[in-house]
């Protein structure tokens, strides 16, 4: 499962990787851009250059490989097992969609079968999601910030998460395809754990009420320690 996430000067930096994606890409590639409420037809767009196939994602879907599903508008992406959620909680980063929730439910659901990548935008969404992504056996890649149209989530990442890659926009195709190839291998070796009934660890955060409740819905907050971050 590949996890993208951008905003400012994304629709450029996500269209040229879309454009150098096998058409047999054997992973499953889910995608936020920081578009709010607004309605854009962002599958049009990204159709134009990518040989995957590109739609909004929609509720209970399957994850499906070979496919490119976005967050539509005004909704989080979220992964469970074996399909997608669009919900509607608080915004964070003050955006919604987010980047963090979808890489944070990605990391949770499956562990080290994740790719979270990070391209260009504004302030820090997409650094503790990818942080999730890295510490629960996943791999970490950045859009090289001295490309980058807007620098500062990629300096961000680069700064709190320990990156296995950060490259240009022109070898993030060849190194997702290569990458994919190399994660479907890892699932099958985690599927064979799983049936000799050895499973996988996941190391789940430690959350502590706060007498804090959330401005969008009211609901109870929590505190999570993640990385650097607080």
Known sequence: MIVVGASAGGL?????????????????????????????NLPNYFAACSALPV????????????????????????????????GRGPKENH?????????????ENYGPLVIGAVLTGFLTD????????????GIAIVQ???EAEVPSMPLSALRYVKVDHCVGIAEFGP??????????KTASQVVLMAAAGEGVAMDYTHETPVALTCPDCGGAVRKTKVGSYT
Do not use: M
């Open 175 to 184: 190194l997702l395809n290569r990458l994919a190839v190399e994660a479907v």
């Open 12 to 40: 450029e930096s996500l269209a040229a990787v879309l454009k150098d994606l096998s058409p047999e890409f054997p992973a499953a590639i889910l995608g936020v851009i920081h578009i709010g409420a607004h309605e854009v």
């Open 95 to 107: 955006t919604r969609p987010a980047i963090d929730p979808l890489f944070r439910s990605a990391a």
């Open 144 to 146: 090289d910030p001295d």
């Open 126 to 137: 997409g650094t503790a999601g990818l942080w999730e992504v890295k510490r629960r056996g």
């Open 55 to 86: 739609g909004y994602a929609k509720d209970g879907e399957p994850i499906a490989a070979g496919k490119v599903s976005l967050a539509p508008p005004d909704r989080h992406l979220i992964v469970e097992q074996g399909h997608l959620h669009l």
